[in-house]
């Protein structure tokens, strides 16, 4: 195969794209990858991998980075338990939450909670969000940023 990329290709990427702007605006919602990959008439396997192909990681992987950076978001606004964002944010368990949360952000939710965090309030917002995204532990040995 050549380097051109082919109409097939060019589908699934719009596909690919879509499910991942999904995902970012119901991130609150219950979504699996059986109903993401319905919606843009793909099965589960190959959603799964055109996604991790596409962007690096696996669709739920992507998820929960959007919903732990929306729930550290609300955990520096401070208002609201660990439980409440856990519930806000879309995740069923608080064990779980708190786990994910802890192996993207390197502290359990109370803890991030406890901090202060007034340096990243007055800055930007744009600047904000790049500052705090979560990264995985395992990638932040890696040489550069992932760029997608």
Aim: glycine share 8%; hydrophobic share 35%; with cysteine.
């Amino acid at each position: 195969m050549t380097g051109r990329v082919s109409a097939e290709q060019l589908k699934d990427l719009a596909r690919l794209r879509r499910v991942r702007d999904r995902i970012d605006r119901e991130y609150a919602q219950p979504l699996d990858v059986e109903a993401l990959a319905r919606g843009v008439n793909m099965s589960a396997g190959h959603l799964s991998r055109q996604f991790r192909l596409a962007y690096g990681e696996s669709p739920y992987a992507y998820l929960m980075t959007r919903r732990i950076e929306r729930a550290m978001a609300l955990l520096r606004r401070g208002d609201l338990t660990v439980t409440e964002v856990c519930f806000t944010v879309g995740c069923g368990s608080l064990g779980t939450f708190s786990t994910r949360f802890t192996e993207l952000v390197g502290v359990p939710p109370s803890t991030y909670r406890r901090q202060a965090h007034t340096g990243a309030a007055e800055l930007p917002g744009c600047v904000s969000r790049q500052v705090t995204r979560p990264i995985r532990i395992r990638e932040a040995s890696t040489d550069g940023p992932r760029l997608a």
